[in-house]
């Protein structure tokens, strides 16, 4: 056995639940656990999250940029077409972006905080909607029901819905003290 090899075998495990835990120096540096349901069953989802995380918003290796509000986000065709059919068909399908070698194009009518969220969304497929504002979160529903993000749309609704109803409940109590 070569030596890559038994370094390789040392940082695997089997635990208690029979789940292959691996421990391994990721490509950023810092160590990680992946465990896999079964030993047949290999799950780096976390680790492809993070590594398409990486490419958020960053200029290099870009290949279009998008203006919302005069703020520039730098993204690459390919990763958008491939989460959003309207992203697919804007840049692949027959609309008049698409037809032309436009590496700019100006998103209107959408405010530039809610775009930046679902642009990180897209890359990472996570969103922390407690650090965000409500009224971003309001524009992030509309733009995720136009773009097609299914998913999103009703986890948001859930959290928007519960968080609106408490904060009437708040307003209630205090109209209610007066």
Known sequence: MSTWQQHA????AINSQNQLVNNHNNNHGSNSV????????????SALSGDFGNLFNQSEYSDIELIVESEHFYAHRIILAARSEYFRALLFGGLRESQCNNHTIEIKECKSAAFKVLLQYIYTGRINLLKEKEDT???????????GFQQLE?????????????????????????
């Not at 075998?9 to 695997?12: D, Q």
């Not at 979160?137 to 773009?147: A, C, I, S, T």
């Not at 009703?154 to 007066?178: E, G, P």
């Open 34 to 45: 992946e465990t896999s349901d079964s030993l047949g069953d290999i799950n780096h989802t």
């Open 154 to 178: 009703n986890s948001l609704s859930i959290y928007l819905k519960s968080i609106l109803s408490l904060k009437n409940l708040d307003l209630l109590i205090i109209m209610q003290m007066k």
């Open 137 to 147: 979160l309001l524009d992030l529903l509309g733009l995720v029901h136009q773009y």
């Open 9 to 12: 075998l040392s940082n695997t």
